[in-house]
């Protein structure tokens, strides 16, 4: 009985493992337009800094500033509940994010409901 229990706890162990080494990595750097933003993890959260622009005029000023925080995972390739800043106007939004099968990680930023923001 004991050696059935301890298999069976061995090959859930194993389950969990696999399905966490599959899990599609956000963690990395992004380019969006002319941004690319490093996606990290910050106290179980996802949080994306700047680490370079397409604009030289705005390098000194952006780079290594932290505009995304808060990102909640939901599964292993959804997050939810983050925050967005807009650093040419200083507003924050609201943000989801999900990794694609094809590994495109695709980000919804939105003001007060998902459906009316943009992706």
Same mark, same amino acid.
């Given at each position: 009985?004991?050696? @059935?229990?301890?298999?069976?706890? =061995?090959?859930?162990?194993?389950? #969990?493992?696999?399905?966490?080494?599959?899990?599609?990595?956000?963690? @990395?750097? /992004?380019?969006?337009? +002319?941004?690319?933003? +490093?996606?990290?993890? =910050?106290?179980?959260?996802? =949080? &994306?800094?700047?680490? /370079?622009? @397409?604009?030289? #005029?705005?390098? #000194? %000023?952006?780079? $290594?500033? *932290?505009?995304?925080? @808060?990102?909640? !995972?939901? %599964?292993?390739?959804? /997050?939810? &509940?983050?925050?967005?800043?807009?650093? +040419?106007?200083?507003?924050?939004? !609201?943000? %989801?994010? *999900?990794?694609?099968? +094809? $590994?495109?990680?695709?980000?919804?930023?939105?003001?007060?409901?998902?459906?009316?923001?943009? *992706?």
């Amino acid at each position: 009985m004991k050696i @059935g229990k301890l298999l069976a706890a =061995c090959m859930l162990a194993a389950v #969990a493992l696999t399905a966490a080494e599959a899990a599609p990595p956000a963690d @990395g750097q /992004w380019m969006i337009k +002319n941004l690319v933003i +490093n996606i990290f993890d =910050c106290a179980n959260l996802v =949080c &994306g800094r700047i680490v /370079w622009l @397409g604009e030289p #005029a705005k390098r #000194a %000023s952006q780079c $290594g500033r *932290t505009i995304i925080w @808060g990102l909640e !995972r939901q %599964s292993p390739s959804v /997050w939810t &509940g983050g925050s967005i800043l807009d650093p +040419n106007d200083g507003k924050t939004y !609201r943000q %989801s994010a *999900t990794y694609e099968p +094809n $590994g495109t990680l695709r980000a919804r930023t939105f003001i007060g409901v998902p459906i009316f923001g943009k *992706t």
